[in-house]
Every structure is written in structure tokens, then in C-alpha cells.
């Protein structure tokens, strides 16, 4: 099965069960800030996982929903290690390296080496050449993200949420943090928590599930106050383009051009004189 094919048209509300504490642990860690409680929740999910799969498709060669959601779980598990603020000294990089990159790299290989069943995966360009449709919404990115970003960052202040650039040095690590984060966004939300979903449950119900996810990290990244009201769309249609298209080509792209915007506004937030490219952002 490729990476991201969807291989369930019905819902069945027992694997429900078993996913539904396990993808609220994500809030529980990111949100409420209730390590505890982000625990005990991936503890209840993978155990109704267990009793739902049995021990034969547990061991055998099908997909088994504890060994797919166990991959979520330590993806998320990895993540919750470190505090996520946005922050840009030396420490803090590599902090978020090891973390991020842990819980993408280990659930891989995880998924390929021990379960070797392939669940998670990283298909660059899946789905073909892109067309006109796929140029068209790239173009449509950067103009709503144009219009909305400022309006959300300075409106509601949120900016604050990241720190001062105000020295040449610092823009840069800004801008190689947004990228980075925005590239890794993509390999866990969908490349594992989105694709080991689809294993298990119909598209719209993978997709809403790993919005959760998406959204509670970037609640705590310091996308807060209305934010959500920009993160759950775009978690949603994420998903939605790389049903569409398999390539996490296109779905990073879609997320860098959409962060680059975002670094614009966060620095002209603490340096109005820099990328002063927002006629219609509210007065500060």
C-alpha cells in the first residue's frame, strides 16, 4: 500500500475508541499543559488498541491499529520532551532538532525495522507533475496568507509569542526556524500521524483526527488567541491536498510559502521598517 492510501471507506466505532485518546493526549501535552494527563491517555488508547486488534492481527501481517497508533504515541511522546516556545539561541535549536527530528526518525523506523509494515513514508513527488490547478492554489496561498497573517500576528498580538529579531543574526535563525518547523509539520502530521490513520478509518475521519494533533502543537508553538480559527482550516486542507495529490513535495511548498509569510509578519512586527509589505495591517 502506498503511503497515504486510504484502505477503509466505513468507520467502525471501536478503532474510534482506541484513536480518540490516544490523538487527545496532544491537546492534553500542548494545550493544557498535563503531562500526566497526555500520558494516561496514550496508556487507555493503546490498550483498547490491544484489545481491538487481538493477538492475531497484532502479530500478523495486516495492519494492526496498536502498532499504528503506538507510532503516534511515541512520535508524540518524543515531542512533549521539550518545551515548545519559540526560542532562538544555540541550545534551543538543537533542542527542537533532536526532538522533532526524533519523532519523525523514530517512528519510521520503527514502522520499517521492527514492525515492517511501512506505515509511515515520505513520498516526495507521488502524485506527478503538478498543473495548473496545483500553480493556482500555490498563488492563492501567498495572497491569503498576505491578507489574513497580519491581521492575525499584530491584531492579536501574538507576535510577542516569538522573539525579538533585531539584529541580522537573529532574522536568520527566525527564518530557519519558521522553515524547518514548517518542513517537519508535514513529515509528522501527515507523513505519520495523518498516513498511519488512513490505515484504519475514512479519510475525513483521519483528517479530523490529525488536525487535533496539528493544531494542539502549534497552539503551543504560539499560534494562540483566534489562532485556531487559521490552524484547523489549514491542518484540514493539508490533508485534504495531500489526499489528493501523495506528494509531500507539494504539501511542503504549500507550507513553506504560507510560513514565509509568517516570518515577513513576525519581523516587521518587531521591526516595522522591515518588510513593510502590509498596507492593510491594523495599527499597532
Avoid at 533532536?98 to 516526495?124: E, N
Avoid at 526556524?177 to 517537519?184: D, E, L, M, P, T
Wanted: glycine share 8%; hydrophobic share 60%.
Amino acid at each position: 500500500m502506498a503511503i497515504g492510501e486510504e484502505r477503509v471507506a466505513t468507520l467502525r466505532p471501536a478503532r474510534l475508541l482506541a484513536a480518540v485518546p490516544v490523538v487527545l493526549a496532544a491537546p492534553a501535552f500542548f494545550v493544557l499543559e498535563a503531562a500526566w494527563l497526555g500520558w494516561v491517555l496514550l496508556v487507555v488508547g493503546l490498550a483498547v488498541a490491544a484489545a481491538v486488534d487481538g493477538r492475531t492481527r497484532i502479530l500478523g501481517r495486516d495492519p494492526s491499529l496498536l502498532r499504528d497508533l503506538s507510532l503516534i504515541a511515541v512520535g508524540l511522546g518524543i515531542v512533549r520532551t521539550i518545551p515548545l516556545a519559540a526560542e532562538l539561541d544555540d541550545g534551543a535549536m538543537v533542542r527542537f532538532t533532536l526532538a522533532l527530528g526524533g519523532a519523525v526518525l523514530v517512528p519510521y523506523l520503527i514502522s520499517r525495522f521492527v514492525y515492517r509494515d511501512r506505515a509511515t513514508g515520505f513520498p516526495w513527488r507521488a502524485g506527478g507533475r503538478w498543473g495548473r490547478l496545483h500553480w493556482t492554489w500555490l498563488v492563492a496561498v501567498l495572497l491569503l496568507a498576505w491578507l489574513i497573517l497580519p491581521a492575525y500576528f499584530l491584531g492579536s498580538g501574538v507576535y510577542r509569542n516569538w522573539p525579538v529579531v533585531d539584529s541580522p543574526e537573529l532574522i536568520a535563525r527566525l527564518f530557519v526556524g519558521v522553515g524547518a518547523v514548517g518542513i517537519w509539520d508535514e513529515l509528522f502530521f501527515i507523513c505519520t500521524v495523518f498516513a498511519a490513520l488512513l490505515r484504519h478509518f475514512p479519510a475525513w475521519t483521519a483528517n479530523l483526527l490529525q488536525a487535533v494533533v496539528f493544531v494542539s502543537f502549534l497552539w503551543e508553538l504560539g499560534y494562540r488567541s483566534w489562532g485556531p480559527l487559521l490552524t484547523i482550516p489549514f491542518a484540514l486542507v493539508q490533508g485534504l491536498i495531500f489526499l489528493r495529490t501523495r506528494s509531500l513535495g507539494y504539501v511542503v511548498t504549500v507550507h513553506l510559502l504560507f510560513d514565509a509569510i509568517v516570518f515577513a509578519v513576525i519581523v516587521h512586527a518587531h521591526q516595522p521598517q522591515l518588510f513593510d509589505l502590509f498596507p492593510l495591517a491594523p495599527a499597532r
